[in-house]
């Protein structure tokens, strides 16, 4: 049978590389053997202090990246404009318990500098479990950094089908090999990220040329001379030994010996020429937001009408309708 497939992006930031090689390029590739759903998890981004009018440009932005990087083949759409991801999330905040909420690794970190921490900082993998379930999706593709939240995804659907019957499809996650966690380039031991690394050891997809190599040729690494790929030891050149491999198509081990700046130049080549097409694409699509208009209305539409049915035997079984 055809696997399904959900994975959603927040549009807290713009889209970096982190985003593209962890989770958007294996999205890419499993349209070629599976039944895929996207979306732009905008509800998620409401989990922290946010401007409005930034977030309405930044959904349009991420959706018009993921169609420019090759998304063009799956039903798209935009979380909000689904009303069931809501309403599933709460028979799941039902399901759950305080005490694995607050547990999770990214409510911890992302709460432990805040003052006011919204509520739904804590309930949110209630809403991202809603979202796969929903779709009834067997492979959700994400990085590293997603595994706890899709392991909590499968606990909330076995114990959901243990107390009321069997509604849900128990999710598995896809890591993509190599490119599960891309790391900050200035500070190589934390993940590159919209909200988690630094403005200078991020790319973004839309980076010009220019600004990916200063980034990537101002990459930290380390007091030594030797390149080999070494997480633990040289996370900074084992880094940009990933980004080369994962944006050359080569694999890591072949890539020979050099010196730390033959690398970054090298690097820094790979990574503009894999962000050329897309940055080309987005420039097309942004031409015409009416159409990416019609696109996100069309796929709002089509995943309603999917969720119709399990939103049904969700509500039937919980004992709501
Ligand atoms: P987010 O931007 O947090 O919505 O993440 C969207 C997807 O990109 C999720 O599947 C993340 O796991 C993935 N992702 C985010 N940052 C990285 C990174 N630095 N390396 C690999 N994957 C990432
Ligand atoms: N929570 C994910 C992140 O922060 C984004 C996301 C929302 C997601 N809904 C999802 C990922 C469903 C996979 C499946 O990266």
């Known amino acids: 049978m055809t696997k399904r497939v959900f994975s959603g992006f927040k549009p807290t930031g713009h889209l970096t590389l982190g985003n593209l090689l962890g989770a958007i390029m294996p999205a890419v590739r499993l349209q070629d053997e599976a039944d895929c759903v996207y979306a732009v998890a905008d509800l998620h981004a409401l989990t922290v202090k946010h401007d409005p009018e930034r977030l309405r440009a930044r959904t349009r932005e991420a959706a018009t990246l993921l169609l420019a990087c090759g998304l063009d083949r799956s039903l798209l759409y935009v979380q909000s404009r689904v009303p069931a991801h809501t309403e599933l999330a709460y028979l799941l905040e039902s399901t759950a318990y305080f005490g694995e909420m607050r547990r999770m690794i990214q409510f911890k970190e992302k709460s432990a500098n805040q003052e006011e921490v919204r509520l739904s900082l804590l309930t949110y993998p209630a809403l991202m479990a809603a979202d796969i379930l929903l779709h009834r999706a067997d492979l959700v593709p994400v990085g590293d950094d997603q595994r706890q939240h899709v392991e909590l995804t499968r606990d909330l659907a ?95 081990g072949s890539l020979g010996h050099q010196t730390y700046g033959a690398l970054k130049r090298e690097t820094a080549e790979a990574v503009v020429e894999t962000l050329r097409p897309i940055q080309e694409r987005h420039a097309e699509l942004s031409a015409d937001p009416a159409e990416l208009e019609r696109v996100l209305e069309a796929g709002a539409v089509r995943a309603s009408g999917r969720t119709v049915e399990l939103m049904d035997s969700a509500r039937r079984a919980i004992g709501v309708l």
């Open 158 to 252: 076995q114990r959901f089908n243990r107390l009321y019957g069997e509604v849900f499809v128990v999710p598995e996650a896809v890591h993509p090999q190599n490119a599960a966690k891309i790391m900050d380039l200035t500070t190589p031991e934390s993940k590159m990220g919209k909200s988690d690394g630094s403005a200078a050891g991020t790319i973004y997809l839309l980076d010009p040329p220019a600004e990916v190599r200063r980034k990537v040729m101002r990459a930290v690494t380390d007091s030594g001379t030797e390149v080999r790929y070494d997480p633990e030891d040289k996370p900074g050149v084992s880094n940009l030994l990933t980004l080369l491999a994962v944006c050359s198509g080569r694999p890591i």
